[in-house]
């Protein structure tokens, strides 16, 4: 039974502006190290599915982009969105198209613009998942992280009985999902054995296509459109993406279905949603900065500072952010690096 | 009496860098002011002299920026030093230039990067200075600053005996020069009625020339031999900076003569020292923020920014120093900004 492999690379990148723009969101960059995130995203797919099996959903404006980025995909397996609809449309559209070649398969999803800092612990943590899908075909399975702090910013799974175990790998059903929550909440979660919700997937393509019939049954109609016309060789993928609402995969099935299952991982995951997380992710010199270019630090300490060309000095800072982006540059401490994305919202208004 | 005016401009600007360079030091610059401050300074000069009787001393590097800034001065007026050698060879160089011509005359000078709040009260304490010249021909007369907070960034004047008094002005004799003081020293001058050292002169050209043979006696033999070649129409310019040592006219003549005299004047005078400097006198928003270009504040109070062509957004900062540079970018806090010019010198070591 072949693995698709589906990776959501729609992401406008504006939590890491102006490093990351519409142009160049997130994905497309590499933040310094040796691949761009998406690239990273699919060579860690390497040991599960050959190249042809790998899709790449992303947005018209940075298609070409993403394509120059994987030469080795064939052309077709870069899905573009017209518009960004938030993650079930993109996941359905590419389960239709998958079900087309390969009904009978098994498709795993995942965010191209997150780190993993042990691909072997996410390959070994994806075998377990595809080996318990033989025994449980039905199941919606998400790789939940195990949580190392109280973080705010996610939102968390909450286990139930135990269905399965092999090779250290745990499979639960889900109890429940909770939304990002408070300080407080978080710790409680954290103490309760809740794990991060990572948006990592997999399931058999027939499971989530009769899933989403059941709990999304008007984009269910309009997908089937879509495939019918798919499969005569007639693009409407327009006329779909006009139609559908934007909802994401987490609200339109994992809280509804009763098959949703997780198990938890832990391989340096980090989805690395702010400068903040950057700089806590890549490697600091002595003094805790993380910095990327030409950078002069002058007693300064915990600073995340990225040149794009322009020699940036820092001197007698602390936790500050400092990016240089092509057309700006943003300066703020590290713990208000959270609240940028609504910043540029704010100002694109 | 024709008053001759020189104007110090070979200064490299290095305190306000990234915004004032090599290049493009510090008096070309407008900082979001109407003009330059080199031209601010010209124009100041108006109501006392004619623009033939103004000279520019600056760098040959930047000598043809400066005429391009002053098209309305003759070209031959803008004197260009091979090497930078402080203030003391600049004076004496321009001193003799302007003996050739007039030897019987009264020279003013004043530095080219500083700010006058208030020409009209620069323009009175001139009126008055040119004045007392006339009773005291031997005077090197200062203009001292009445301090309004105990500055550790000047050098500080102890004013004597009174000589002379009109129009709301006195005439002091220099009891001593003191260096930038400490805190606490500073404090204690300014209790004592001492006054900064803002650099402006007034003396008759006959008289500052005698003060050179006296306390440079080399100097002088070399100023002398460079006179004569001026008066032959052949340029020993060169040869001239070459020997020359590097000092600042208070060191060479001011803390060594009897004939020091000062006249205490106020009219809004800073010498923008610093981005911390600026911050205080241009004009802030309704939080404290002085800004520069395209800049977009979030939550953000005290900070000094200047873009020179990125956007520049600041969010939950205060007290910043940001600086975009054609060629760097500067992030500090503000009480650190008077230490740029050090980490620019270590830089290019």
């Known amino acids: 039974m ?4 589906v990776i959501m690379a729609g992401g406008k990148g504006e939590r890491l502006w102006p490093l990351s723009t519409h142009n160049t969101p997130k994905q497309l960059l590499s933040f310094g190290l040796e691949k761009s995130l998406l ?3 699919v060579d860690r797919t390497a040991g599960l599915t050959d190249k042809e099996h790998v899709y790449v959903v992303t947005n018209t404006a940075i298609a070409d982009k993403v394509h120059e980025q994987l030469p080795d995909l064939p052309r077709e397996n870069i899905l573009a969105e017209p518009i960004g609809r938030n993650t079930a449309p993109c996941i359905a559209y590419a389960a239709a198209m998958i079900s087309l070649k390969d009904n009978n398969s098994v498709m795993a999803v995942f965010p191209s613009d997150h780190l993993v800092g042990d691909p072997e612990g996410f390959t070994r943590a994806l075998r377990f998942a595809l080996d318990a899908l033989k025994t449980y075909p039905h199941l919606l399975i998400t790789l939940g992280m195990v949580p190392d702090h109280p973080e705010t910013g996610y939102g968390y799974i909450a286990p139930g009985e135990i269905l399965f175990s092999d090779e250290g790998f745990k499979l639960y059903k889900v109890n429940t999902f909770h939304e990002k929550p408070g300080r407080e909440k978080a710790l ?5 054995g809740c794990l991060w919700n990572a948006g990592m997937f997999l399931w058999r393509v027939d499971t989530i296509l009769e899933e989403f019939r059941q709990h999304t049954p008007g984009m269910y109609d309009d997908l089937m459109a879509l495939r019918a016309s798919m499969k005569q060789g007639r ?3 327009a006329a779909f993406y006009e139609r559908v609402e ?3 995969i987490d609200y339109a099935v994992m809280e509804k279905t009763r098959n949703a299952a997780t198990i938890p991982a832990e391989f340096g995951w980090n989805d690395i949603g702010s400068f903040d997380a950057i700089g806590k992710v890549l490697p600091p010199d002595g003094h805790a ?4 270019g030409d950078v002069v630090l002058e007693e300064s300490s915990g600073n995340v500072v990225f040149s794009s060309g322009k020699k940036i000095v820092v001197m007698d800072a602390k936790d500050l952010v400092v990016i240089e982006g092509e057309d700006a540059i943003l300066v703020c401490p590290r713990d208000a690096s959270q ?3 609504a910043l540029v919202k704010k ?3």
Chains 1, 2 share one sequence.
């Open 339 to 341: 609240r940028i994305s």
């Open 2 to 5: 072949a693995l698709h492999v």
């Open 347 to 349: 100002m694109v208004k």
């Open 246 to 248: 934007s909802v994401s």
């Open 289 to 292: 900065n993380v910095v990327s």
């Open 188 to 192: 409680e979660y954290m103490e309760e």
């Open 235 to 237: 693009d409407k993928i």
């Open 39 to 41: 690239r990273a995203t």
